[in-house]
């Protein structure tokens, strides 16, 4: 039915993922075939802060967003949930490690970092926004992993009050 590569070289190795190649096998035989990008391993869901279900997101709908209709005593939080969805175990570095966040935003009761997540297995973490005035705020941190295809994910959050 279908074989997946995790890397391919030699015939295919300039050729863009999702379009056409023959492989040479054997030195003789072709093969065409389709390289087609991986999934990352890591997905996440995001938790509405109100009832606490969450969905999960991909990593391409990258973005946290804070409204003034969540702030409660002058600050919001949601947590994240950060799913393994390999078939083997992930490290997981140091959230917001290499791009943490600055105030107004903060990252709260971190069970992520520096950890080894079992396949299908969680983690989460919260980010909390507290500002002290009115305005627009925006802000990314990275979420890095042991993935080979995606080493680290990035993600955006903004708040407006």
Same mark, same amino acid.
């Given at each position: 039915n279908?074989?997946?590569?995790f890397?391919y070289?030699?015939?295919?190795?300039?050729?863009?993922?999702v379009?056409p190649? @023959?492989?040479?096998?054997?030195? =003789?035989?072709?093969?065409?075939?389709r390289? =087609?990008? $991986?999934?990352?391993? +890591?997905?996440?869901?995001?938790?509405?802060p109100?009832?606490?279900?969450?969905?999960? @997101?991909?990593?391409?709908?990258?973005?946290?967003?804070?409204?003034?209709?969540? +702030?409660?005593?002058?600050?919001?939080?949601?947590?994240?949930?950060?799913?393994?969805?390999?078939?083997?175990?992930l490290?997981?570095?140091?959230?917001?490690?290499?791009?943490?966040l600055?105030? $107004?935003?903060?990252?709260?009761?971190?069970?992520?970092?520096?950890t080894? +997540?079992?396949?299908?297995?969680?983690?989460t973490?919260?980010?909390? =926004?507290?500002?002290?005035?009115?305005?627009? =705020?925006?802000d990314?941190?990275?979420?890095?992993?042991?993935?080979?295809?995606?080493?680290?994910?990035t993600?955006? @959050?903004?708040?407006?009050?």
């Open positions: 279908g074989m997946e590569f890397r070289e030699g015939d295919c190795a300039d050729v863009p993922r379009e190649c @023959v492989l040479t096998m054997d030195g =003789y035989k072709e093969v065409p075939v390289f =087609y990008p $991986p999934q990352p391993r +890591l997905m996440w869901l995001k938790l509405d109100e009832t606490g279900i969450g969905e999960p @997101v991909p990593f391409g709908d990258n973005t946290i967003e804070f409204t003034s209709d969540m +702030l409660k005593g002058g600050c919001a939080s949601t947590t994240v949930i950060v799913h393994n969805n390999s078939n083997r175990s490290d997981i570095g140091k959230i917001g490690g290499l791009d943490p600055e105030e $107004p935003f903060a990252i709260m009761d971190d069970t992520c970092s520096d080894t +997540l079992d396949f299908q297995s969680d983690c973490f919260m980010v909390n =926004y507290c500002p002290s005035d009115n305005g627009q =705020y925006t990314t941190f990275d979420i890095p992993s042991s993935d080979p295809n995606y080493p680290s994910q993600i955006e @959050v903004t708040g407006g009050s």
